[in-house]
């Protein structure tokens, strides 16, 4: 049953749900396209600023302090800067994953990195990826805590990436005990991100100023 027909107890005749389907594809890339532009508008030194006040904020999250594994994608571009974070979870022993995407392959899988410094090459759309000699392959069981990357999010935690639905991928098989947070400037938080059946919101969404427990 389709999320219309559960709460209208109407069935709709299946173009209509195509319909439905298109127009959401349509709003969801007028909001990446907008807040895109306004998160690569940000200067390299605002970028910085910002990620470290982030970072400050996830270091006081129990979840992060209790953690002892952590998944993280590397960024690149105008996205929220992980590698102070990954060299301080690095630094304290935790473990740290990297998402891999292997090529022609629709999953993401993740490989436990070492040395920030000299592991990482860039991979599958130009996203910094451990080079084939560091790639050290990890279930998911290994970490207590997901850092998501996104364009576009929203307080109840959905998102948007780049519209190949990796991580709503993941998300959907992420082992229970793994909480998610996704991390976001201020600038990316929309009061409501256009939303399809299949997405999946973080359990948290970590911007410089707030921290923004959602319900899940
Ligand atoms: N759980 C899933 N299983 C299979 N395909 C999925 C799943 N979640 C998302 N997808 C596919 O990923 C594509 C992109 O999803 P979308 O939400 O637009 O991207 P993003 O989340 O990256 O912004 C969709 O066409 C959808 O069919
Ligand atoms: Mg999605």
């Not at 109407?10 to 396209?33: G, H, N």
């Not at 994953?97 to 860039?122: N, Q, R, T």
């Not at 790639?135 to 935690?157: C, N, Q, T, Y």
Request: with cysteine; net charge positive.
């Amino acid at each position: 049953m389709s999320t219309r027909e559960h709460y209208t107890g109407l069935k709709y005749p299946d173009w209509i749900e195509s319909l439905t389907e298109a127009k959401t594809a349509v709003e969801k890339e007028q909001f990446r396209r907008y807040i895109l532009r306004l998160r690569d508008r940000q200067s390299t030194r605002d970028i910085d600023q910002k990620s470290v006040e982030i970072l400050d904020q996830v270091l006081h999250l129990h979840e992060y302090v209790r953690a002892r594994g952590i998944a993280c994608y590397v960024s690149k571009g105008s996205e929220v800067d992980t590698r102070p974070l990954i060299r301080k979870a690095l630094d304290s022993n935790k473990r740290v994953l990297v998402p891999v995407v292997k090529k022609g392959d629709i999953d993401l899988f993740f490989s436990e990195i070492k040395d920030l410094g000299k592991e990482l090459a860039p991979g599958s759309f130009n996203i910094p990826e451990p080079r084939p000699e560091f790639l050290r392959p990890e279930s998911l069981d290994a970490v207590d805590v997901m850092f998501i990357p996104g364009i576009v999010w929203d307080k109840e935690g959905y998102r948007l990436g780049w519209g190949r639905g990796y991580f709503d991928r993941i998300l959907k098989t992420l082992p229970e005990h793994v909480r998610s947070i996704g991390l976001s400037f201020n600038l990316q938080l929309v009061s409501r991100v256009p939303r399809d059946q299949f997405d999946l919101p973080a359990n948290t969404v970590v911007t410089e100023s707030r921290v923004v427990r959602c319900h899940s």
